[in-house]
């Protein structure tokens, strides 16, 4: 009993008073010395997956819909005469038809589902291609920037696919073209605004296209 009485008493300091309290879920938490400005972010849990698109929030499922809408707009539109056409290694001629394929696998839309790895530069390419490109403009009615569409179609030059002035490559795709907007076919996807690893992803179909697997 006289030793228990000669114990020292711990005093634990620690009080909690004039704390910040986190509600909610907090994951991978970082907690602040006394002072510091706090801002919390709650974690609620899993929620739908949405793009924002002119204010309103867009569902996955609208997002296939509209890019199922921007593609059948855009092939409509390829129209480059036989002689501007290559060969694949096979010597069989590049057809429009398999130019509009091209174009949907490159972009995810075709019959067979992309690679993991390529998704996200897919899913950034379409963010220029029909939401949001600094310094260009969408024509009245339509859904795609021009500039994005025939920067891509200007890779499609480069690689041997298909070949004419930029100019008249401009006009079989968009018949009002002006000079100004050809040099994008010059331009190809060099501008920086396109991700990295978009001429990977472009070459992986045109590679394929080239052995005719398509």
């Avoid at 501007?84 to 010597?91: F, S």
């Avoid at 998704?119 to 403009?137: F, G, I, K, P, S």
């Avoid at 500039?147 to 890779?155: D, K």
Wanted: a neutral charge; hydrophobic letters at 35%.
């Amino acid at each position: 009993m006289e030793n228990e009485q000669q114990q020292p008493k711990i005093i634990n300091h620690n009080e909690m008073q004039n704390c910040n309290v986190f509600m909610g879920d907090t994951y991978g938490g970082i907690f602040p010395l006394p002072g510091a400005e706090v801002h919390i972010t709650q974690n609620i849990g899993p929620q739908k997956k949405s793009t924002q698109v002119s204010g309103e929030a867009e569902t996955q499922e609208e997002r296939k819909m509209r890019k199922e809408a921007v593609m059948k707009a855009i092939g409509k539109r390829i129209d480059f005469e036989q002689r501007m056409l290559g060969y694949d290694v096979n010597r069989k001629r590049i057809t429009n038809e398999r130019i509009e394929t091209l174009l949907r696998r490159c972009l995810g839309m075709g019959t067979i589902p992309p690679r993991d790895s390529h998704r996200a530069v897919m899913e950034q390419v379409w963010v220029l291609l029909m939401d949001e490109r600094n310094q260009c403009h969408k024509e009245p009615g339509e859904p795609y920037f021009r500039q994005t569409v025939l920067n891509i179609i200007g890779y499609f030059v480069q690689k041997g696919l298909i070949s004419g002035t930029p100019f008249d490559i401009a006009r079989c795709v968009f018949s009002d073209a002006d000079v100004s907007l050809a040099k994008n076919v010059s331009r190809g996807i060099s501008s920086n605004v396109f991700p990295n690893l978009t001429d990977q992803l472009l070459d992986y179909y045109i590679n394929q296209l080239q052995h005719g697997e398509f």
